[in-house]
């Protein structure tokens, strides 16, 4: 293993099942320490790639390393480096929660003096301690979940990868699971997939968007809205001579800035407009401060647009729908 290779770095990486390609040509790569979001509509090719990442699925094609190993040749190795919780996690149904992960981390050659001690911090971290003794077959599913991510952590390898660890559980457990996954940050490598999107906002460093088995965006979520979007947004409610005097002014303001759309006054005389520019920082203040001192304008309301992560989803996926998957037009 090499200190100065990246945590995880795929090439051109192709999955085929039986004639379906289900990933097709994805290369990226992680650094160490970061979080990244895996976001993609089902049948994406999430869950496929992960377990390739993590050795579990060979690939048809590409190149895949987790520190430095190449996973197709050296998949035992891989095992050791990854702490993986895969999609419908199976678990032993007649095992005790300690019982399993005390043998499983025998498994993963956790000495047996430090073992004990782990396993008390990792139940503890998963919010599991007080079902320790527990059967996992009568447990609920958001428990069960917890035990295959206290599973994925409890040797404390280098990556984690986890297929949509919140799934199933409630408000309060997905908080703890944010937690933990941010108490990672800077220690591990961390690569998620998740349907939640505020909560890849929240957690994760970059965003990979994957339609098809093909990435159609990567970034901060911030890069994702300015790649996706590439102008920033304003609601403007306003009162006086619009459309005579406020083009205008606003070119003064800034030459980017435009109406992109105007609504009827109402019986106050104020529109509700969409104004849109190519600068990126906020121009809320500097627009407030010179349209109220403009003298021809009344000024109600005024905020800027941010795209939720879920709207740069739905453009991205629908972009890549239409740029890569479309048949040419006849
Ligand atoms: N074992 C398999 N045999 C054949 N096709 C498969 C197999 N596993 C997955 N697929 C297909 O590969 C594609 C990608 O599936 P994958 O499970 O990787 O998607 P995903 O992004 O994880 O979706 P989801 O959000 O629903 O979990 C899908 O079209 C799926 O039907
Ligand atoms: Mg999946």
Redesign the pocket.
Known sequence: MSDASPAIEVRDLVKI??G?T?VSKISFTVARGEILGFL??????????MRILTGYLPATAGEVNVCGVPVASRSAEIKKLIGYMP?NNPLPEDMRVSEYLHFRGRLKEIPRRKLSLRLDEVLELCDLTRVRHRIIGKLSKGFRQRVGIAEAILAEPPVIIM??PTIGLDPHQILIVRDLIASLRGRMTVII?S?ILPEIEMTCDRVLI?NQ?RVVAAGTPADLRREVFGQSRYHLEIAGEIAATLPAALTQIEPTLHIASSGEPDAAGFRKLILTSAREDDLGDTLLHALATDGRFRVRALNRAQPSLEDVFLAATKRGWETVDAPASK
């Open positions: 099942y039986s379906h289900a993609g509509p089902n049948g994406a090719g999430k869950s496929t790639t999609e297929d949509e997939s349907h994957i088995g």
